[in-house]
């Protein structure tokens, strides 16, 4: 079946360092992916997504690029800030299964320090 | 902007004991989706409804079940809880009818089976 696999957290870093979180998946189809973003206490956000091969999602400085010959959509951001702190999550959906069934990675919680 | 509000936002019960847990749609939002998220995990789907009716389920058994209603707002309800129910349970609704395509998640009920 469908699935998404994360890296393993807590990430800690040191403000203005570069950010990768690795996410690989497992897919029949073409599915759409997406990065969503969950800061401490509020509900889950669309940070970003890619709906076909080599599309390239961007928000807030964060990048992520659908690559279907390695099966990744690794979150990316050049220089990260406190206000990044937050739990990071992975999601695909099939192509056909449009009716909200998201599948989500384990989340990786991302620590920025000053 | 979010908008989706769940309530309550922390629940306590005990096994075997009935629970329905609310959401409030954004304004506009005519599809609602049900999220588990056990504690570590990624939210799993549990189903979307859609024009009041159930527009596509995961893998739950039957005794988790919901409701939409004409102003878009939504109930889950879950009988004979277990202790394996315990879980923050998100709600996410969608501006685009009938899809997963840019949703936008409450901040979650915390639920506790003692």
Known sequence: GN??????GPVTLSEEAFLTI???YT?????????YVQYPGEGLQLLLKATKADDKGSNKG???????????????????????????????????GSQGNLIFGKGTKLSVKP | ETGVTQSPTHLIKTRGQQVTLRCSSQSGHNTVSWYQQALGQGPQFIFQYY?????????????FSG???????????????ELDDSALYLCASSPVAGTNEKLFFGSGTQLSVL
């Open chain 1, 3 to 8: 699935s998404v696999t994360q890296m393993e």
């Open chain 1, 22 to 24: 690795n996410c690989t």
């Open chain 1, 27 to 35: 897919a029949t189809g073409y599915p759409s992916l997406f990065w």
């Open chain 1, 62 to 96: 964060f990048e992520a690029t659908y690559r279907k010959e390695t099966t990744s959509f690794h979150l990316e951001k050049g220089s990260v800030q406190v206000s990044d702190s937050a739990v990071y999550f992975c999601a695909l959906s099939d192509g056909t």
């Open chain 2, 51 to 63: 024009r009041e009716e159930e527009n596509g389920r995961g893998n739950f058994p039957p005794r």
């Open chain 2, 67 to 81: 409701l939409q209603f004409p102003n878009y707002s939504s109930e889950l309800n879950v009988n004979a809880l």
